[in-house]
């Protein structure tokens, strides 16, 4: 039972560790919510812009697709963190931390959440949409009383999907600067060789995607009425 005891006495474990998973929930839950307002109006107007959709515009279809979304995707998120160091200050008025780290996470998460959303809007039976028209609904109707209603159960599965990805971003941003459990793991695992902290701080963020995972389903199941 040494191991135990030593496991308890870690300061690392029992003053740091507390203090890392609440700064890892509060960049997890203000970059998710953040996220979702974002990313669901942006995935919307990708799908509804685009050749075939309810109001087809190209030019602004090419400037959120092809330049707005698909750039920002492609920059590595510790190149976009850094990058955005300035921003976020004039915004948060800080460069470190997990509010600051949450500006970054959100500008990271929503092109690739917004891609999600335009594919759950895809899988919508077109049929659906044009029953609708028919019978004199306007776009904004179809929109909001057709296609994300049906859309919902692949909503909420990116959803999961954008949290873990979120998740696993924010303990990057703790090596950078950002606090909570990445912070943790390199300060204490890496730096100090303190391998208890490492596993430790491993075995939490594991629970924590597994709770994300296993909820996320379950509201998927709730909300698929198919």
């Not at 599965?157 to 793991?185: D, E, F, K, Q």
């Not at 060789?193 to 509201?219: E, H, K, P, R, Y």
């Amino acid at each position: 039972m040494d191991w135990l005891t030593s496991l308890l006495e870690n300061p690392g474990i029992t003053d740091a560790m507390p203090t890392a998973i609440a700064e890892t929930l509060i960049m997890m839950v203000l970059a998710s919510v953040a996220t979702i307002i974002i990313g669901i109006p942006l995935g919307v107007v990708l799908f509804v812009t685009a050749r075939g959709g309810l109001a087809p515009v190209r030019w602004v279809n090419v400037v959120l697709s092809a330049i707005i979304v698909n750039i920002t995707r492609s920059i590595p998120y510790a190149i976009l963190m850094l990058t955005l160091i300035p921003f976020t200050k004039w915004i948060v008025g800080t460069g470190i931390g997990p509010y600051a780290a949450c500006v970054s996470l959100t500008i990271g998460t929503v092109p690739f959440f917004a891609r999600l959303v335009e594919t759950a809007l895809r899988d919508i039976h077109s049929g659906k949409i044009d029953a609708a028209l028919v019978m004199g609904s306007t776009r904004f109707q179809v929109v909001r009383k057709i296609m994300l209603p049906e859309a919902l159960p692949g909503i909420m599965a990116g959803i999961t999907t954008m949290v873990v990805i979120v998740i696993g971003y924010s303990a990057m941003a703790g090596i950078i600067g950002g606090g909570g459990l990445g912070r943790l793991a390199y300060n204490y695992g890496f730096q100090r060789f303190d391998s208890q902290v490492m596993v430790a701080t491993l075995v939490v963020i594991v629970i924590i995607v597994q709770l994300v995972q296993a909820t996320g389903d379950w509201l998927t199941r709730k909300v698929d009425h198919r």
